[in-house]
């Protein structure tokens, strides 16, 4: 009930392509679907969040996707650069709750 | 924004001894801190959470009495692995929630590499 399943676990991308990476969940509970960045050796740094009531959200070069019906949201990585090789995490939360991450998604971005 | 300081960033034991590590919330007072643990290419996996003045709530599978988590103010908690093992050997991870972004903000240390040799 408390997983979120994280597909695909790896990807490579030419830059300027747009990775997707999709996210599942079961809990009707959560409202809070962040997604977060995290470089060797470092925390995970939040990239953007999505709440349930609305289907789409933009902040730079990250968007996020939300189904609520299917249950499922993706981030997009638009005009991926190098930069953005890392490992990806998406999460979901009961408000002021704990998260829950998915498995990670390891991006790597070819220039 | 708000800023998470992780202490130490690595740290070399021998098996046996206790670490402690240390997670300060700089310019946020923290009611709320969460300790991970992640494995090499794996997820964080949540180990505990703590409240200021009150006892961690475990995850299950998680040993309390060897994983001491404190958190005896608004913007300090610890962690400290007891008589550590090689299989302790990890990446751990506290997370603060910034009442200030609501009940949603959540920020993350930078992480300690604990090596139990």
């Known amino acids: 009930q408390q997983q979120v399943k994280q597909s695909p676990q790896s990807l490579i991308v030419q830059k300027g392509g747009i990775p997707i990476i999709n996210c599942a969940y079961e809990?009707?509970?959560?409202?809070?679907f962040p997604w977060y960045q995290q470089f060797p050796g470092k925390g995970p740094a939040l990239l953007i969040a999505?709440?349930?009531?609305?289907s789409e959200k933009k902040e730079g070069r990250f968007t996020i996707s939300f189904n609520k019906s299917a249950k499922q949201f993706s981030l997009h990585i638009m005009d991926s650069q190098p930069g953005d090789s890392a490992t990806y995490f998406c999460a979901a939360s009961p408000a002021g709750n704990k998260l829950t991450f998915g498995g990670g998604t390891r991006v790597l971005v070819k220039p | 924004g708000a800023v998470v300081s992780q202490h130490p960033s690595w740290v070399i034991c021998k098996s046996g001894t206790s670490v402690k590590i240390e997670c300060r919330s700089l310019d946020f007072q923290a009611t709320t801190m969460f300790w991970y643990r992640q494995f090499p290419k794996q997820s964080l996996m949540l180990m505990a959470t703590s409240n200021e003045g009150s006892k961690a709530t475990y995850e299950q599978g998680v040993e309390k009495d060897k994983f001491l988590i404190n958190h005896a103010s608004l913007t300090l908690s610890t962690l400290t692995v007891t008589s550590a093992h090689p299989e302790d050997s990890s990446f751990y991870i506290c997370?603060?929630?910034?009442?200030?972004?609501?009940?949603?903000?959540?920020?993350f240390g930078s992480g300690t590499r604990l090596t139990v040799v």
């Open positions: 999505i709440r349930p009531d609305v």
């Open positions: 809990n009707t509970a959560f409202d809070y």
């Open positions: 997370s603060a929630r910034d009442p200030g972004q609501g009940v949603y903000g959540y920020t």
